[in-house]
């Protein structure tokens, strides 16, 4: 029987399968490998996910706090261009020649700004018609013995860990 090292030695391995995206079949095999019981099996295997949800969390986490710093360098970016847009205009310049960068002040192609939607011609409106199916009214509907054409109550499994 292997000891207590080799076996977390052994589900560290599993955890790097899933990690790297490796196929399921790759970390099946290296669980039936395992010297173990079921119960051990899944206990481990729950540690697993737990691991991997944990890593999952810190990766959002992570992705907001970038995604927040992306935006605030923006909003600086936008910020210093209007500021030299602002020096630029202020001293009568509309060019100024750098070192190494050249700055012009020039105008935008056009842009349309609609003030009031209902006194545009229909002829410059389209129409977007979404169809949206209300499934929790269908399914409590059809718990209530209510015949629905076109539609059937389902139901899988899954596994709860606590």
Not at 40 to 51: C, F, G, P, R, W
Not at 64 to 84: C, H, P, V
Not at 107 to 134: A, G, M, R, T, Y
């Amino acid at each position: 029987m292997a000891s207590i090292y080799e076996i977390a030695d052994k589900y560290k391995l599993i955890q790097q399968l899933i990690e790297e995206g490796a196929p399921e079949e790759a970390f099946v095999v290296a669980l039936n490998a395992i010297d173990g019981e079921l119960a051990e099996k899944l206990e481990s295997y729950a540690k697993v996910i737990k691991n991997v949800e944990s890593d999952i969390a810190g990766i959002k986490a992570e992705k907001e706090r970038l995604g927040e710093r992306q935006k605030a360098m923006e909003s600086s970016i936008k910020r210093m261009k209007e500021n030299m847009q602002f020096a630029m205009v202020t001293a009568g310049q509309t060019k100024v020649k750098g070192e190494k960068f050249n700055f012009t002040v020039q105008k935008n192609p056009p842009s349309l700004k609609v003030l009031d939607e209902n006194l545009i011609p229909q002829d410059f409106v389209s129409i977007e018609q979404v169809k949206n199916i209300d499934k929790k009214a269908i399914l409590t509907e059809l718990k209530n013995g209510v015949e629905i054409a076109g539609v059937e109550i389902s139901q899988g499994e899954s596994i709860r860990i606590r």
